[in-house]
């Protein structure tokens, strides 16, 4: 589709476009243009919108048909993640290492994708919400022969009241990002989030637990659980630690 016929977002104006157009006639692109500052963002998250582009087009933004979710109380453990989580030495830390999460994050190789849609002025956007604390990362972290830690995985995402709208996650040794969002749903569940938005469907989350619902009900949630009051602490904190042996890793 042209980019003259998709709608174009000013500058000075926060509202998007109806997401219903979007959804019906263009496969749920609502908008291009705009900008990355923490007030739109938040206001796209708000209704169920997020920006997912290259460094190739100009800022696009999205709200599909259907949305991939988890509740945390409907996580999903394996059986080989279960053995994992019990017998790996691990630790899992909260907001120790965000900017480098999300960088790893852009790095990562994705099947099928060439490039990265974390681009530079995607990172700092996050870094930006990360600074009023409305994002956090969650590191795995794994011990060395010397006794330290090494970084192994992670993932981040974006938290608005008591939902948190994941982003993305890597992982450099086996299990990590599986591992670190294990404790990460835990402990979002335990201060009061409702619901994790994954956006679209893999089979990865799925075995988590997570499933498709339309839109409409997403964004019912949405609007039910976003205005609620929860803050997180950007503080850094550990969450779990298999080697308490080991001095932290900060």
Known sequence: M??????????DNLAFPDIATAQRERDGLVAVGGDLST???????????????????????????????????????SRSLHKSLRNRAYCVSVNHAFQHVVRRCARAY????????????????????????HAHSFEYWYPSEAGGWHLGGGLYGVQIGQVFFGESMFADVSDASKIAFVH??????????????CQMHTDHLARFGGKLIPYDDFRQQLYAYCPQMLTLSIEPTIIANTCPQYPPPF
């Open 39 to 77: 007030a739109r963002m938040l206001a796209a998250y708000r209704q169920g919108i997020f920006p997912w582009y290259d460094e190739y087009h100009p800022i696009i933004w999205w709200a599909f048909a259907e949305r991939m979710v988890l509740y945390p109380a409907s996580l999903n453990i």
């Open 110 to 133: 994705r099947h099928g994708q060439q490039g990265t849609w974390i681009t530079a002025e995607m990172q700092a956007a996050y870094r930006a919400l990360y600074q009023i604390g």
């Open 184 to 197: 990460a749903v835990g402990y979002l569940q335990q201060r009061g989030v409702k619901l994790i938005d």
């Open 2 to 11: 042209p980019l003259s016929q998709i709608p174009l977002l000013q500058a």
